[in-house]
């Protein structure tokens, strides 16, 4: 008798363990969920965000990627409701992104938005691109570019740019007229220096097209003059090496001129010695 009962009681608490451990399952399952607050692109992109804090940097692409869509959507939104009124400006178009779909972000998430506008066969193109950061190595980014013709709003190509970065835009001068050459550029941070990265796009109708880059540049700060490219960097090794001894690590300069969509490596060499 007292067999059974014991047997019973073991089946009765091992069901209700079982039970409770559902519950508190589901339960964490929907704390992960995105669940905002308001129906506007600014709470999902907030409640996606928040979700970003609990992933691991190699498991929050398909995160990235929703915010990204409701980046992107907004905009065509934004335009499409402006049918009747001028084209908005790039100025106008990112103080709105960053109240209207950032606004809501809370510390320690951060948006940076960029914007540009270029004229493309009796419309012009609209670029959109925005570094969403929680720390100063977790941040994820996206570029889109629309067409703008007689008032009407289409995405014409988007990419990501370098992982861990922030990002800035350069219209470069391009020989095709059919062509955008776009240089993409961000500073990853992380260690005694930040480290540079440039990408170069074209754009010519369908897709931006990597055409050049350069990644983690130490030190690397960068100025572009009638298409040519000037890098200024450190050598990583070598600044760690000369600054353990107090010695002041030597500058260098590359100089890049335009070839073709891309670049050519024209010169290499010291600018700055102790």
Same mark, same amino acid.
Not at 141 to 153: P, R
């Given at each position: ?124 193109? !609209? ?5 969403? &950061?929680? @720390?100063?190595?977790? %941040? *994820? ?5 629309? +067409? ?85 960097? !450190? ?5 760690? &090496?000369? @600054?353990?001894?107090? %010695? *002041? ?5 590359? +100089? ?19």
């Amino acid at each position: 008798m007292k067999r059974k009962q014991w047997l019973r009681a073991l089946i009765l608490w091992t069901l209700f363990a079982s039970v409770g451990f559902a519950l508190e399952s589901d339960a964490a399952q929907n704390r992960n969920a995105p669940r905002p607050y308001l129906n506007s692109t600014a709470s999902y992109v907030k409640a996606w965000a928040e979700t970003l804090d609990r992933t691991h940097m190699t498991d929050a692409l398909p995160m990235n990627h929703h915010i990204q869509e409701l980046v992107f959507r907004y905009v065509e939104d934004y335009v499409a409701g402006k049918e009747d009124s001028p084209a908005p400006s790039p100025v106008e178009l990112r103080r709105d992104l960053e109240t209207s779909v950032f606004g809501e972000l809370k510390w320690p998430f951060e948006a940076m938005v960029r914007t540009f506008a270029h004229p493309w066969k009796g419309g012009h193109l !609209l670029g959109v691109g925005y570094s969403l &950061r929680w @720390t100063d190595q977790n %941040r *994820f980014n996206g570029i889109g570019l629309f +067409l703008i013709q007689e008032g009407k709003i289409s995405r014409v190509a988007s990419a990501n740019f370098v992982p861990g970065t922030d990002l800035t835009f350069d219209i470069l001068p391009a020989r095709n007229p059919d062509q955008l050459l776009l240089l993409v550029s961000g500073i990853r941070k992380g260690k005694s220096h930040p480290r540079l990265s440039l990408m170069l796009y074209s754009f010519e109708g369908d897709e931006l097209k990597p055409q050049w880059e350069r990644q983690d540049i130490y030190g690397g700060k960068f100025r572009v003059d009638e298409g040519n490219l000037w890098i200024t960097y !450190l050598k990583e090794e070598e600044f760690i &090496r000369e @600054t353990r001894y107090g %010695r *002041f690590p030597p500058r260098y300069e590359a +100089l890049y001129s335009p070839q073709g969509s891309g670049f050519s490596l024209e010169s290499d060499e010291v600018v700055s010695t102790p």
